[in-house]
């Protein structure tokens, strides 16, 4: 974690509740992404060496998060999340409750009833985290199965994931000119792809070359544990190619929940200058086509949207910021 970053973790035992203030070193929009997106989510929310997996995630009142901590072992604790109340980039609570692979309740352990509070100032966004249980016997417990150290380790998870997303981002691209590139996802063979690509084009890849899954840069040793079988992919690597275009490319292993099929593995990506520019070509390109991801402030830094338009075209519209 890095040492500037605010964290305050206070256990009231009189009102049964534990009291988590953390700070990240990203925008508010990008935080709460990182919160409420199970893809993300699935990325951090584990403390090495378990590993998160969402089975259902519906963000919306009255909606579940459903997911399964797994261990080194394959051992596997379900948990589900209940949502109560949210309000968009605000705060959302819930209820959390450790249960069995169909959702039943499993009452050895206690319930908690969760409410995360997020603001931001300068750029920078704290979570205020208020965890309430029945009785302070219920917080004892959850406190000698490790809570702490785990949250912690989570935590710096988060901050690594965002650190990592930024420096992949802007080791390649230094500045917000418009350029536009075309990304290509393989199931296992984009470096085999791109080193045939560069020997046609004669050319050089940009940045740091090739960044692999197990390459993602972080300041700690706690990065969220990677499945080995992905470990050697390629996380991404841009080729510039005739006439100045780029090609973008990674891997979309089956062991993150991709299906590539013909068709769906190929976009083109468009970088405009402005985040006005961004809606205006997203809206219009969408126009009577199929809408897969809405324009909206992404974890790893940018404002970013996709869509396959009317005629069957696969797009993306992805703005960086300064």
């Not at 409420?36 to 699935?42: A, K, R, V």
Request: proline share 4%.
């Amino acid at each position: 974690m890095s040492s500037h970053l605010h964290f305050d973790f206070i256990v009231s035992r009189e009102k049964h509740r534990v009291n988590v203030i953390r700070e990240f070193d990203a925008e508010l929009e990008l935080v709460w992404e990182a919160w409420t997106n199970p893809d993300i989510l699935d990325q951090w929310w584990a403390p090495k060496p378990y590993k998160t997996k969402t089975k259902i995630m519906d963000f919306r009142e009255g909606g579940m998060w459903f997911y399964a901590m797994i261990g080194p072992n394959n051992e596997t604790q379900w948990i589900k999340a209940e949502y109560q109340k949210i309000e968009p980039q605000k705060s959302y609570s819930y209820t959390g409750h450790f249960c069995d692979d169909n959702g039943i309740v499993d009452e050895k352990y206690p319930g908690s009833f969760w409410t995360n509070l997020f603001s931001e100032k300068d750029g920078t966004t704290v979570v205020d985290i208020t965890i309430q249980y029945d009785s302070q016997e219920a917080l004892a417990r959850i406190i000698e199965l490790g809570f702490k150290e785990g949250f912690t380790m989570a935590m710096q998870n988060l901050d690594q994931y965002i650190e990592a997303k930024f420096k992949l981002r802007m080791q390649n691209k230094t500045n917000n000119k418009a350029r536009i590139c075309t990304y290509l996802n393989f199931d296992g063979r984009t470096e085999e792809a791109f080193l045939f690509y560069k020997k046609v084009f004669q050319s050089e890849f940009l940045g740091k070359g090739i960044e692999r899954f197990e390459d993602i840069p972080a300041s700690t040793e706690n990065w969220p544990p990677v499945a080995e079988e992905v470990k050697k992919m390629v996380l991404h690597v841009e080729l510039p190619i005739t006439g100045g275009h780029i090609l973008m490319g990674t891997d979309a292993p089956k062991e993150m929940g991709f299906k590539l099929t013909t068709g769906n593995n190929m976009h083109i990506c468009i970088e405009p200058e402005s985040r006005e520019e961004a809606d205006r070509l997203f809206k219009e390109l969408a126009e009577d086509g199929n809408v897969t991801m809405p324009m909206a402030d992404m974890f790893f830094g940018a404002y970013f949207g996709e869509f396959t338009d009317k005629y069957g075209i696969n797009w993306m519209i992805n703005y960086q910021p300064k």
